[in-house]
C-alpha cells in the first residue's frame, strides 16, 4: 500500500497562476483532509471532507476550491496564487467520517509550493 | 477554539539523555495526538490518547484530562530521534486537527 501520495512534491507559481494540488489514498479511508505548514505557525486546516461528496471548510479556506472526486481522491485548488499562499501543503487521510480528529491521521508526504 | 502550547520550543540533548516534551491545550478534548515530523518533512502519528499512558519503544506519551496536559517522553534518547515533534487536539474546523507549534529536538552522539 502507498498510502497517501500527493503530486506534485514542488511547484513553483507566478501571482496570479493557478494550479491543482492532488491527493490520493488507498486506504479505504472516509475522511480527508488539507493543510498548510508555514514558518513558526505550525500547521492549519484549510479544508476537510468526511465523506464522498462532502467538503467543508477549515481555519483557513480563503483562496482555495477542494473536490472529493471519489473516496479515494481529494484535490486542492488554487485558482489565483497569491504570494501569501507560499507554503508546504499537506494531505491527510483518517478511518472515520464525523469524529476523525479522534482517528490517527496518515500523512502524504507533502507539496512544496512558492508563489513569486 | 482549542489553544496548543508545547515547550520547549528548541531542545539539544545529548545521546542516552531522558527527553520530556510538554503540551497543553484550553478546552476539554477527547483526543490528543502526537506527531513526529523528520528532518526531510514527512509527518507519522506517533500516538493517540485519551487517558493515562501509551507506551511504544522508547517512546511514551501521557495524558491529564482534568489538567489539560501531555507529555511526550523519550528514553535512551539516540541521534536518530531529532526531529519535530507535534502536538495536536482535535478543534481545527469540526473536524479537523489544531496543532501545536512542535519542538525541534536535536540529540548530538
Known amino acids: 500500500n502507498a498510502g497517501v501520495t500527493q503530486t506534485p512534491k514542488f511547484q513553483v507559481l507566478k501571482t496570479g497562476q493557478s494550479m491543482t494540488l492532488q491527493c490520493a489514498q488507498d486506504?479505504?479511508?472516509?475522511?480527508m483532509y488539507w493543510y498548510r505548514q508555514d514558518p513558526g505557525m505550525g500547521l492549519r486546516l484549510i479544508y476537510y471532507?468526511?465523506?464522498?461528496?462532502?467538503?467543508d471548510k477549515g481555519e483557513v479556506p480563503n483562496g482555495y476550491n477542494v473536490s472529493r472526486l471519489n473516496k479515494r481522491e481529494f484535490s486542492l485548488r488554487l485558482e489565483s496564487a497569491a504570494p501569501s499562499q507560499t507554503s508546504v501543503y499537506f494531505c491527510?487521510?483518517?478511518?472515520?467520517?464525523?469524529?476523525?480528529?479522534?482517528?490517527?491521521?496518515?500523512f502524504g508526504p507533502g507539496t512544496r509550493l512558492t508563489v513569486l | 477554539k482549542n489553544e496548543v502550547e508545547q515547550s520547549p520550543q528548541n531542545l539539544t540533548a545529548q545521546e542516552g539523555e531522558f527527553i520530556t516534551i510538554n503540551c497543553s491545550y484550553s478546552?476539554?478534548?477527547?483526543?490528543l495526538h502526537w506527531l513526529q515530523q523528520h528532518p526531510g518533512g514527512g509527518i507519522v502519528s506517533l500516538f493517540m490518547?485519551?487517558?493515562g499512558k501509551k507506551k511504544h519503544g522508547r517512546l511514551i506519551a501521557t495524558i491529564n484530562i482534568q489538567e489539560k496536559h501531555s507529555s511526550l517522553h523519550i528514553t535512551a534518547s539516540h541521534p536518530r530521534d531529532s526531529a519535530v515533534y507535534i502536538c495536536?487536539?482535535?478543534?481545527?474546523?469540526?473536524?479537523?486537527?489544531?496543532f501545536g507549534k512542535g519542538t525541534h529536538l536535536i540529540i548530538q552522539p
Open positions: 491527510a487521510s483518517s478511518e472515520r467520517g464525523l469524529a476523525g480528529a479522534t482517528d490517527t491521521q496518515y
Open positions: 486506504m479505504n479511508h472516509n475522511s
Open positions: 471532507s468526511a465523506s464522498e461528496g462532502t467538503t
Open positions: 478546552v476539554g478534548i477527547s483526543a
Open positions: 490518547l485519551s487517558s
Open positions: 495536536a487536539v482535535p478543534g481545527g474546523g469540526a473536524d479537523g486537527l489544531t
